[in-house]
């Protein structure tokens, strides 16, 4: 079987639009701005209005342009920088902690968070739902997996659901002592009910972050936490030096 050349294959034309249209919004159009509509956005370029589409849709994608029902489509402001992680290590739902609660379950877990915990697939998990917003506008979700062995004091009776269970699982965990944490970023789809609470739909790009929390020489907690990859960029350490987007020339204001 021969192989393929890449440098001989031509740019797809609605590729080489989305470049063409980066550099008008950049240049003629100002953040909030309503672009005008497809028809004639087809013929200034001189492309198909279906070639557009691909365009459009691929800056969406990207954060670019936001389409908004009645409205239409608009410049989309720059990403927003949300930190999510310092040098120092520290436990979820401490005072420093931009999360909210939103509930807490006891469920069996699937065959991957059990095997990241190394627990039994018989052993039971506290799963901490959370939310995180930004500039009023949700940004990420979050599902904290708590083995019940590391919240063994945990009262049913003080915090039977809703935000103040989510509390109190927090509350108990953060009496074991953090001996580290490690965490991992790869990009992602949302997943239905992610895309739900991102008000995305689903299957729209998102970074996920794991992280794992060390106690007692085992793993005390994991949390995978989805980022819209959309609005937001990651910056990670006190200083925020190392940032996740797209477009290195782009930065919030």
């Known amino acids: 079987m021969g192989t393929t050349q890449l440098e001989s294959v031509p740019e797809p034309k609605y590729w080489h639009l989305k470049t063409v249209l980066t550099e008008a919004l950049d240049s003629e159009f100002s953040v909030g701005e309503i672009l005008p509509n497809e028809r004639d956005l087809a013929a200034r370029f001189g492309v198909a209005r279906a070639t557009l589409r691909q365009a459009l849709e691929q800056l969406e994608l990207e954060g670019r342009l ?23 290590h520290i436990w979820p739902g401490t005072a420093t902690d931009a999360w909210q609660p939103v509930d807490s379950t006891v469920e069996a877990p699937s065959a991957a968070v059990a095997a990241a915990l190394e627990i039994g697939h018989d052993q039971s998990v506290h799963i901490v739902r959370r939310s995180r917003m930004t500039h009023g506008q949700p940004v990420a979700a979050e599902l904290l997996y708590i083995p019940e062995a590391s919240v063994p004091e945990l009262s049913a009776i003080d915090a039977p659901s809703g935000p103040a269970r989510a509390r109190a699982v927090l509350r108990e965990l953060q ?13 992602g789809s949302a997943r239905a009910d992610d895309a739900k609470q991102l008000d995305r739909l689903p299957g729209a790009p998102v970074l996920v972050v794991t992280t794992r929390f060390f106690a007692e020489g085992r793993t005390a907690a994991l949390s995978v936490a989805t980022y819209r990859a959309d609005t937001c960029r990651l910056t990670f350490g006190d200083s925020g030096g190392v940032e996740i987007h797209q477009d290195p020339e782009r930065r919030a204001s």
């Open 66 to 88: 936001q389409r908004r029902r009645g409205v239409g489509t608009t410049v989309a402001p720059p990403r927003v920088g949300v930190a999510v992680g310092t040098e120092q």
């Open 175 to 187: 009496r074991l002592e953090l001996e580290g944490q490690d965490s991992a970023v790869e990009l």
